[in-house]
């Protein structure tokens, strides 16, 4: 009959430890299942005969830096210390390393490239490739990655006695074929429903915002932060584990059918490119954003499957990726926020630390008037607006000309939700005019659709 018995783990931190030690455990005679929580710092085991030598596990897992107590029982006070001294050291590396990426991402938003590289329902396919890297080397690899790999033996032993590399690739390969064209599919039905719904400009940032508390969630989570370990956006593993019974998916053909089902066990990363699928509105773009997305998770899942790659061996790597990506993640969700401010109207991160006394009216910086209205011209280009400040008088009438000198993505047109209903849209090469009547004194916003290109127009008595 199977026992249980419950260790402490001191040094299990990220997602992908949880899979390397129920990896190794199941190397131990006599030990039928692991249950491995970083949330907790604990690891379940379920064995036959007689308990695991806790030396011997612990000699396992001395690389890794892993430490098994029983349950109850503390660890040293000098492994206290030097456990915390090297999880802080490990934070500050993750932390230069994601700051370094995120200096390279303002300044490629500053030369009109960086909506490339931020997540959101108008970016980039490139961009959601990235979010699938991360999501794959962190928080799905946990989830998606630990169900792989409890079929890896038996899919393994099903498709070739030969065990050539090539074979063993084979479900493998299946497994994230189904995952990809059912994240294309499902994500262009979500596409779908959001153009059916017509979300309004100011629903839509507000859901954008709640996506991105999320992923501040998400991110908190990644860097080990206690209060937020066991907050998960997964099914729970009781359900996980009767999803991936290997008596259910004994078929040559179910590592495909098993892929497609992915889409309904989702991790936070997952629940985000959801989200962003269903504000594009488009069935095309829906589809794509998750289809690229689980594109970009393939490349760990496929590591984790085949368990050939040193990096999933390497925890300490393992682990510092995790940090940086929850990093990123966490300067992604909060750089959104702001930009859902611009486009709301409201004052952003940037208004911090910026001065924002009254200014004084000065008749050389208020636009001439002709024929009874205002006039102010600017370009407007990727990069962003020039100039991107404007003083004009209440109560008097306002011509707008805005020259598109190449803009791209959201910034082909330009919302001020304060000032005017509706957008102003732009055309390369080509003069936009807007009139709108400014009612109120006070500093107004103007931005793209994403907010990352941003303005003011000052409205003065």
Known sequence: MAKQHTYKVSGMHCASCEILVEKKLLEIDGIKSIDASTSNGQVVINYEGELPDLHKINNLFKKEGYFFSDVGSELGIGHKASEGKKVLNKTFLAFDIALFFIVVFLLLEKVGVGGLLNVGSESSLGAFFGFGLLAGFSSCAALVGGIVLSMSKQW???????????????????????????????????????????????????????????????????????????FQFALPKSITRNIADEKKFSGKYMPFVMGALTFFLPCGFTITAQGLALLSGSLLQGGLIMAVFALGTAPALLIIGMSSVKFFSKPNYAETFSKVAGFLVLFFALFNINAQMNVLGFPGFGSLFTNNS?????????????????????????????????????????????????????????????LFSGSIPLTPGKVSVKEFTPEKAGKYKFSCWMGMVVGTIEVIN
Not at 180 to 206: C, D, E, N, P, R
Not at 367 to 390: D, E, L, T
């Open 156 to 230: 393994s032993e099903l498709y070739s006695e030969k065990q050539t590399t090539a074979q063993k690739l084979q479900p493998h390969l299946m497994f994230n074929i189904g995952r990809i064209i059912s994240y294309g599919v499902f994500g262009a039905f979500l596409g779908a429903v959001g153009s059916q719904i017509k979300v309004s400009v100011g629903l839509t940032s507000f859901l954008i915002i709640l996506i991105s508390f999320v992923m501040m969630a998400l991110a908190l989570q990644m860097l080990g932060i206690k209060a937020f370990r066991e």
């Open 358 to 418: 009254d200014s004084m009216a000065n008749q050389k910086d208020l636009p001439v008037i002709v024929n009874g209205k205002q006039i102010i011209k600017m370009n407007a280009s990727a990069s962003g607006y020039s100039p991107s400040y404007f003083k004009v008088r209440v109560g008097v009438p306002v011509i707008w000309e805005i020259t598109d000198t190449g803009t791209s993505g959201c910034t082909n047109a330009v919302i001020s939700k304060s």
